[in-house]
């Protein structure tokens, strides 16, 4: 028996994977490597989950009392809404979506209101402006770019 360097007609039916393809990394990003999530991003998105939910527990308190500090009766439902929009984006954000980035930036500068607003929107603004912040959301969409179909 001779052995001839033909293909094996059985192999071209299942070719084998190209050599430099990997599989996409699925969110949430790793702690490590090039695309860590840096600490600025998690502390920032931190600071939005919170705005979010005392928005939308002092909203609550506010629907259950009979006189209430706000005039128009729209008033909580709209900021229970906006408190979820912050819940929802910060979670997006901090899987790197830049679109969620600039969302929040903006409902945090429309919601520049009070002092405790400030306290937790100031910080978190602050935080996702960083170099560090930037740098990795650029990577993250470069990444994404990447293993797109």
């Not at 729209?74 to 830049?98: D, E, K």
Request: aromatic letters at 6%; glycine letters at 6%; proline letters at 13%.
């Amino acid at each position: 028996m001779t052995m001839t360097n033909a293909p094996d007609p059985a192999d071209e039916h299942h070719p084998p994977p190209p050599a430099q393809w990997t599989p996409p990394p699925t969110a949430p990003w790793p702690d490590t490597g090039p695309l860590a999530r840096p600490r600025t991003i998690k502390i920032a998105s931190i600071l939005w989950i919170c705005l979010g939910v005392i928005l939308i527990l002092g909203m609550l308190a506010q629907l259950g009392q009979p006189y209430s500090v706000t005039l128009n009766p729209l008033v909580p439902p709209i900021l229970i809404g906006v408190g979820i929009a912050f819940i929802v984006l910060a979670t997006r954000m901090r899987a790197g979506s830049t679109g969620a980035r600039t969302a929040l930036t903006v409902l945090g500068a429309i919601l520049l209101l009070g002092l405790w607003t400030a306290l937790l929107i100031i910080p978190a603004m602050a935080l996702q402006a960083r170099p560090s912040s930037r740098a990795w959301f650029h990577a993250v969409n470069q990444h994404r770019q990447t293993y797109r179909p």
